[in-house]
């Protein structure tokens, strides 16, 4: 079945920097990559997707890689901001309706 | 998206009793999924709500112990029978509101907090 890792595990940051989350997985079936944000005392949302026929999305300061070759994915965070603090998880669709998470990030952002 | 809700929003219980969650969709959804999150964990699937039909479980999850009932396409709940300190978590309700592979975005409610004493 599938499994994704997510790395690093904790990221401290200075305001205004950027951010990479890095993620692998290992079915090579799994076609849709999504990413979401938890903030402390909330359900996790839905930050930005990426689907497999394409190699890179952006919104606004949030950008997702994808490389299938390798079964790699990564999340970009430009200009970092305090609100930006918070835990991420890559997940990697299993079939059958299934999600895979990873084992998500902590984000520091130093103001 | 869609608008999800759950009650509680946290509770505290004891030992050897069951509470049972709510979870409110503000739209008709094809998938409905319950989750575990242990304190500073990642998500674990414990199933996916089936309207009109038994749920599915995941491996290390049992009907006995997780019952969920989705009596509409609007609505399910997840009992935690039983209860012992090791089911003190996160419990999370998502739907998937289009089908087929591809479509397997999932919109996450607020969570359930559970302290079991």
């Known amino acids: 079945g599938e499994n994704v890792e997510q790395h690093p595990s904790t990221l401290s940051v200075q305001e205004g920097d950027s951010a990479v989350i890095k993620c692998t997985y290992s079915?090579?079936?799994?076609?849709?990559f999504p990413w979401y944000k938890q903030e402390l005392g909330k359900g996790p949302q839905l930050i930005i997707d990426?689907?497999?026929?394409?190699g890179e999305k952006k919104d606004q300061r949030i950008a997702v890689t994808l490389n299938k070759t390798a079964k790699h994915f990564s999340l970009h965070i430009t200009e970092t901001q305090p609100e930006d603090s918070a835990v991420y998880f890559c997940?990697?669709?299993?079939?059958?309706?299934?999600?895979?998470f990873g084992a998500g990030t902590r984000l520091f952002v130093k103001a | 998206s869609a608008v999800i809700s759950q009650k509680p929003s946290r509770d505290i219980c004891q030992r050897g009793t069951s509470l049972t969650i709510q979870c409110q969709v503000d739209?008709?959804?094809?998938?409905m999924f319950w989750y575990r999150q242990q304190p500073g964990q990642s998500l674990t699937l414990i199933a996916t709500?089936?309207?009109?039909?038994?749920?599915?479980?995941e491996s290390g999850f049992v009907i006995d112990k997780f019952p969920i009932s989705r009596p509409n396409l609007t609505f399910s709940t997840l009992t935690v029978s039983n209860m012992s300190p090791e089911d003190s978590s996160i419990y999370l309700c998502?739907?998937?509101?289009?089908?087929?592979?591809?479509?397997?975005?999932?919109?996450f409610g607020p969570g359930t907090r559970l302290l079991v004493l």
């Open positions: 998502s739907v998937a509101p289009a089908s087929g592979r591809g479509q397997e975005t999932q919109y």
């Open positions: 079915d090579s079936a799994s076609n849709y």
């Open positions: 990426i689907r497999s026929n394409v």
């Open positions: 997940a990697a669709e299993a079939g059958g309706f299934k999600t895979i």
């Open positions: 739209s008709q959804v094809t998938m």
């Open positions: 709500a089936n309207q009109g039909s038994e749920a599915t479980y």
